[in-house]
């Protein structure tokens, strides 16, 4: 099994910073993409950043973010945001995928996992 969990999060007004953190722990064998995605009230969740790690390391962004985060990764996963705007308030979710240990009944040697973390709360006021 791979558990993720995130730190960070927060009240901060608009124009602010804030800076959300993510680690993976478990059976993993490695880890092909790690990414946070975030869930407004009433809307679905939706892509903010992803960052990869097999061979050269490629970042991905939403259009709505691009300037403004910024992800990165060495031994967790960070997201920086800078110019915080009210409609970034959202329940932020780290995300990991990639490839485990797999051990019991019908499953062995490796398998594909795809962990969420449990959610970190960022509101921005205006």
């Known amino acids: 099994q791979v558990q993720v969990v995130e730190s960070g999060g927060g009240l901060v007004q608009a124009g602010g910073s804030l800076r959300l953190s993510c680690s993976a722990s478990g059976s993993i064998f490695n880890i092909n993409v790690m990414g946070w995605y975030r869930q407004a009230p009433g809307k679905q969740r939706e892509l903010v950043a992803t960052?990869?790690?097999?061979?050269?390391t490629n970042t991905n962004y939403a259009d709505s973010v691009k300037g403004r985060f910024t992800i990165s990764r060495d031994n967790t996963v960070s997201l920086q945001m800078n110019s915080l705007k009210p409609e970034d308030t959202a329940v932020y979710y780290c995300?990991?995928?990639?490839?485990?240990?797999?051990?019991?009944?019908?499953?062995?040697?490796?398998?594909?996992?795809?962990?969420w973390g449990q959610g970190t709360q960022v509101t921005v006021s205006s």
């Open positions: 995300n990991a995928k990639g490839l485990h240990y797999c051990s019991g009944f019908g499953c062995s040697g490796l398998a594909a996992f795809n962990s």
């Open positions: 960052i990869s790690s097999s061979g050269t």
